[in-house]
C-alpha cells in the first residue's frame, strides 16, 4: 500500500515539473497540483522543509507567484468551478483561460467592499471571459477605484458644506429672535435677515 502512496506521489511530482514548463495556460493544472502539495505536505516527502522552498528550488517559481496561484485557483474553484474543470480546456477557447494574476485581482476585487457588485461583474467579464491582461484588469479596478475616491471626496465637500451653512441658518435664526424680542433692530433688517436664513437654506443639499 506505501509503495502503491509512493508511486502516486511521484507522479504527483513529475506532473507538478512538467506542468510548470508548459504555456502559462497551464497554471489551472499546475494550481491544483500545487493546492495538493501544499495540502498534503508532499514536498517534505522529497526532502524540502517548507513549501516555499519545494516551489523556488524545484519548480524555480516564486513563492510569491505560487501563492497566487493558490489563491487564485482557490478562488476559481468556489466561484467559478466550470474554469478548472478538467474538460474546460478541450471545450473553450485556449485564449479565454484567464491569467492567474488577473484572476487574483478578480478575487481581491470581490474582496473590496469599496467596489460595487456592478462594478465586480464587469471584472469579472474581462478577466473570466475575455482573458484580459494583469495590466488591463489592474487599470480597470484603479480607475474604479479613483471614480470613488473622487466621488468620495465631492461628498465630503458638501456635507462640511451643509454643515456649515446649517450652523450659520441657527445662528441666525437665534440672533434674530433675540433681535425681535428686545427690538434691538428696525422690522427692514430683520426682514432680510430672515430672506438671507431662508436663501442659506435653500444652498443646502
Keep these: 500500500m506505501s509503495s502503491a502512496v509512493d508511486t502516486l506521489t511521484e507522479q504527483l511530482r513529475g506532473k507538478a515539473l512538467e506542468t510548470v514548463k508548459r504555456h502559462k495556460a497551464s497554471w489551472i493544472e499546475l494550481g491544483q497540483y500545487l493546492v495538493t502539495i501544499n495540502k498534503d505536505k508532499l514536498y517534505k516527502t522529497w526532502g ?115 454643515t456649515v451653512i446649517k450652523r450659520l441658518v441657527t445662528m441666525l435664526a437665534g440672533a434674530r429672535r433675540e433681535f425681535e424680542s428686545e427690538n434691538l433692530l428696525p422690522d427692514y433688517l430683520l426682514k432680510q435677515m430672515s430672506e438671507l436664513t431662508k436663501k442659506l437654506e435653500d444652498q443646502m443639499e
Design 48 to 162: 524540502f522543509l517548507a513549501f516555499d522552498a519545494y516551489c523556488k528550488k524545484e519548480l524555480h517559481i516564486n513563492p510569491a507567484t505560487a501563492a497566487k496561484m493558490l489563491k487564485s485557483y482557490a478562488f476559481l474553484e468556489k466561484e467559478e468551478p466550470r474554469i478548472v474543470a478538467t474538460e474546460f480546456p478541450q471545450t473553450e477557447n485556449p485564449r479565454a483561460i484567464p491569467n492567474y494574476e488577473s484572476v487574483n485581482l478578480l478575487r481581491l476585487a470581490k474582496e473590496n467592499k469599496a467596489i460595487t457588485t456592478q462594478e465586480f461583474a464587469g471584472l469579472r467579464e474581462a478577466v473570466l471571459n475575455e482573458a484580459r491582461e494583469p495590466k488591463d484588469v489592474r487599470a480597470r479596478v484603479k480607475e474604479i477605484l479613483s471614480d470613488k475616491d473622487e466621488r468620495d471626496e465631492v461628498e465630503v465637500r458638501r456635507a462640511h458644506r451643509n
